[in-house]
T-cell receptor
Framework: KAGVTQTPRYLIKTRGQQVTLSCSPI?????VSWYQQTPGQGLQFLFE???????NKGNFPGRFSGRQFSNSRSEMNVSTLELGDSALYLC???????????FGNGTRLTVT | DQQVKQNSPSLSVQEGRISILNCDYT??????FLWYKKYPAEGPTFLIS?????DKNEDGRFTVFLNKSAKHLSLHIVPSQPGDSAVYFC???????????????FGKGTKLSVIP
């Protein structure tokens, strides 16, 4: 069974630009979550989607947004990039409530 | 306010000995706890979990203990192997988010080094 796939693996963007990251969950998993990992803050929850609906959102500014498609694939978008947005962005999918999250290998975003 | 804390940033253990990684939490609404292992340039990999209705869960060399009164959990690895060298994250969730949604609150991780 294929794992969670995230593309691209690496991205370099300039301040003020926007970026879109993509995530394909494990087949049959309908819940997709996004997390940001930075050295200072650790892993922080961004948002969770289920059946194309955002069910929960973490404490991030509105520049961070996401969506989920009917095939459960998800994208997240960050607009007006800031230097502090440099991080590893991790996508995770879940089979059912309170089953473990399975993470992809992440997209490393560098903002210069 | 950090709701899940891993107070030891790093831990070194000899191969074959026991590794004990600790985690404390403050939110009494947490009812499900997980440990993840992370190698560089990879995403976290699920290791083991425990529900708040239990105080111990075992899976091979890995055992998680939960002390609800102390709001403390620990991961024991016996025997430790060099391949266990990684960053270990403690995570917690609770049915407080509403609408059936699910989010994990992570500790900042403990880097385990198993010395051959």
């Amino acid at each position: 069974k294929a794992g969670v796939t995230q593309t691209p693996r690496y991205l370099i963007k300039t301040r003020g630009q926007q970026v879109t990251l993509s995530c394909s969950p494990i087949s049959g998993h309908r819940s997709v979550s996004w997390y940001q990992q930075t050295p200072g803050q650790g892993l922080q929850f961004l948002f969770e989607y289920f059946s194309e609906t955002q069910r929960n959102k973490g404490n991030f500014p509105g520049r961070f947004s996401g969506r989920q498609f009917s095939n459960s694939r998800s994208e997240m978008n960050v607009s007006t990039l800031e230097l502090g947005d440099s991080a590893l962005y991790l996508c995770a999918s879940q089979r059912s409530y309170n089953s473990p999250l399975h993470f992809g290998n992440g997209t490393r975003l560098t903002v210069t | 306010d950090q709701q899940v804390k891993q107070n030891s940033p790093s831990l070194s253990v000899q191969e074959g000995r026991i590794s004990i990684l600790n985690c404390d939490y403050t939110n009494s609404m947490f009812d499900y706890f997980l440990w993840y292992k992370k190698y560089p340039a990879e995403g976290p990999t699920f290791l083991i979990s425990i529900s708040s209705i239990k105080d111990k869960n075992e899976d091979g060399r890995f055992t998680v203990f939960l002390n609800k009164s102390a709001k403390h959990l620990s991961l024991h690895i016996v025997p430790s192997q060099p391949g266990d060298s990684a960053v270990y994250f403690c995570a917690a969730s609770g049915s407080y988010s509403g609408a059936g949604s699910y989010q994990l609150t992570f500790g900042k991780g403990t880097k385990l080094s198993v010395i051959p």
